[in-house]
C-alpha cells in the first residue's frame, strides 16, 4: 500500500504538536497547582524521562518496524500470537474516546477567542459566572463551537498526512512556539516571576502523596501523546533513515519546555495580579480572564493570544488522535480516506454532543453515575485507564515480545551505550510503574 510519508521536519512538528496539547498549557499548570508545585514539577520530570522517553522510543520502534495502521502493525510483528496481540493496536480507539471531550473544550476555547475581542470579565466572580453559564446553560453556544471543532478536524486529517497534517502543524506549531514565547518573555519582567520559578521549581515533598505521584505519571503519558496509537500511526509514515532516538528527545523537549513556559508564566500572571494558583481546571477558564482584565489593554491582546495558541495546541493533537481509527479503517476495510475521516468524526461529534449535554442542567442528572458526569468519566477512563494499559502493552511488546536482535538492530546504532539503559527501563522500570498506576487507580492500593 502506498503511504505518502511525511518530510523529516514535518514528522518532529507533527509529532510535538501531538504531544504539546490542552494537557500542556490548560491541565499541566493547574496539576501543578493542586499538587502543590515544586516536588509535583520534579516527579513530573523524572517520570517524564525515566519512563516516557522509553516507551516513546518503543511506540515509536512498532510503527517504524509494522508500517501500518496500529492493529496490522502489532499483527505483521508479532512472532507468535498474531491474532491476540493484534488487539494491542485497538488502543488506537481510546485516541477517538479521547476526542469525545476534547473537541468540545476546543469549543470552548474558539467561545473564548472570540468573547476576548470584545471585552473581559472584570473579577474572578464575574468570571466565574460566564464560564459556568456556558458550561451549564448555553447548550447552544458549546454546540456551535464543538461543531466548529469538529469540521476543522475531519477536514484536515480528510486531507490526508502530507496535505493535512503536515501542512497544519509545519504552519501553527511554530506560531504556537513564537506566542507562548513572547508572552514567556513578557512575563520573565514582571515581579512575580520570582515568586512562579519558587513556586515551580522549589520542591516541597510534604505536599506529595500517593494521588499526586500517580498523577504525574499519567499526565506524563498524556501529554507525551503516548499510549494511544498516535506517535504510532505518525511513526509509521516516517522516512527509513529518520533516528528514532533523536526525533524522540526532540518531542519529548519541546513538549516539556512548552509546559514548563506555559506554567511559568500563567503563575507569573496569577502572582502579579492575586490569582489562585490552586484553583483547579478552571485555571485557565476563570482566574485567567480576570487576571488578563486588570492588565488593560495589553491583557486583552494577551488573552486573544493565549487562547489562540491553545486553540493551535488543541487542534494539533486532536488531529493525532482522530488519525489512528481514521488509518485503520483505511488500511483494514480499504474505506477512502474521505469516508473514514467523515465516519471518525462523526462518532466524536455525536458521542461529543452527550458529552456537553452532561454539563447542562435538566440533562445532567441522567448523565452522571456515581461522582462523574459523562465527560468526567471518558477522561477518566480513558487518561487513568486506557492510557497507561496501551503503555503497557507496548513495553511488554516491544521488551518481552519482539526478538531482542530485530530492536536492537534498529536501535543500538541510534542509541550507542545507552542501549542497555532503555532496554533496561522499558522491560522493568516502566511496567512497574504502570501496574502500579492502573492498580492504584482502580482503587487497590
Ligand atoms: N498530548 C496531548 C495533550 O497534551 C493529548 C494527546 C494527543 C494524546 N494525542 C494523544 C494523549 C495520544 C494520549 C495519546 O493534550
Do not use: C
Amino acid at each position: 500500500m502506498k503511504i505518502a510519508r511525511f518530510s523529516k521536519v514535518g514528522f518532529i512538528l507533527a509529532a510535538a504538536g501531538s504531544a504539546v496539547g490542552l494537557g500542556n498549557i490548560w491541565k499541566f499548570p493547574y496539576i501543578t497547582g493542586e499538587y502543590g508545585g515544586g516536588a509535583f514539577v520534579l516527579i513530573y520530570l523524572i517520570t517524564v524521562l525515566l519512563i516516557g522517553f522509553s516507551i516513546m522510543i518503543a511506540e515509536m520502534l512498532i510503527g517504524y518496524l509494522g508500517r501500518r495502521d496500529t492493529v496490522s502493525s502489532f499483527e505483521e510483528l508479532a512472532p507468535r500470537n498474531k491474532h491476540l496481540w493484534k488487539f494491542g493496536g485497538f488502543q488506537a480507539l481510546a485516541g477517538l474516546f479521547v476526542m469525545i471531550y476534547y473537541s468540545v473544550v476546543i469549543g470552548w476555547i474558539f467561545n473564548y477567542i472570540v468573547s476576548a475581542l470584545s471585552g473581559l470579565p472584570s473579577s474572578v466572580d464575574e468570571a466565574k459566572t460566564v464560564f459556568t453559564t456556558m458550561l451549564h446553560s448555553d447548550f447552544k453556544t458549546q454546540l456551535f463551537y464543538h461543531t466548529a471543532s469538529f469540521m476543522i478536524i475531519t477536514f484536515v486529517v480528510a486531507r490526508g498526512i502530507k496535505g493535512g497534517i503536515e501542512k497544519l502543524n509545519m504552519v501553527l506549531m511554530p506560531m504556537l512556539f513564537i506566542i507562548v514565547g513572547v508572552m514567556f518573555l513578557y512575563a520573565t519582567t514582571l515581579d512575580g516571576f520570582h515568586q512562579a520559578m519558587e513556586f515551580m521549581f522549589k520542591p516541597d515533598f510534604s505536599k506529595i502523596n500517593s494521588t499526586a505521584f500517580v498523577t504525574a505519571v499519567g499526565h506524563a503519558f498524556f501529554t507525551l501523546s503516548l499510549g494511544m496509537g498516535a506517535i504510532m500511526t505518525y511513526s509509521a509514515s516516517l522516512e527509513k533513515d529518520q533516528n528514532i532516538v533523536k526525533s524522540s528527545l526532540i518531542v519529548v523537549a519541546l513538549d516539556t519546555g512548552i509546559a514548563l513556559f506555559a506554567g511559568l508564566m500563567l503563575f507569573t500572571f496569577l502572582y502579579q495580579y492575586g490569582g489562585e494558583p490552586s484553583s483547579g481546571p478552571g485555571l485557565v477558564f476563570i482566574s485567567l480572564p480576570s487576571v488578563f482584565y486588570q492588565m488593560g489593554v495589553l491583557g486583552n491582546v494577551f488573552a486573544v493570544m493565549f487562547f489562540i495558541s491553545l486553540a493551535f495546541a488543541g487542534l494539533t493533537s486532536a488531529v493525532s488522535l482522530t488519525e489512528p481509527m481514521v488509518q485503520y479503517f483505511i488500511d483494514r476495510f480499504s474505506w477512502s480516506r474521505l469516508k473514514s475521516s467523515i465516519m471518525m468524526g462523526l462518532f466524536f461529534y455525536l458521542v461529543g454532543i452527550i458529552a456537553i449535554l452532561s454539563h447542562i442542567d435538566g440533562f445532567a442528572s441522567y448523565l452522571t453515575w456515581g461522582s462523574r458526569n459523562f465527560f468526567d468519566w471518558v477522561d477518566f477512563l480513558t487518561a487513568a485507564f486506557m492510557l497507561p494499559a496501551g503503555g503497557l502493552i507496548m513495553a511488554v511488546f516491544v521488551g518481552y515480545v519482539l526478538p531482542k536482535s530485530q530492536v536492537e538492530k534498529v536501535l543500538r546504532p541510534q542509541l550507542g551505550r545507552a542501549f542497555g539503559t532503555w532496554y533496561f527501563s522499558l522491560r522493568y522500570i516502566a511496567p512497574i510503574a504502570l501496574v502500579i498506576v492502573m492498580l492504584n487507580l482502580v482503587g487497590i492500593l
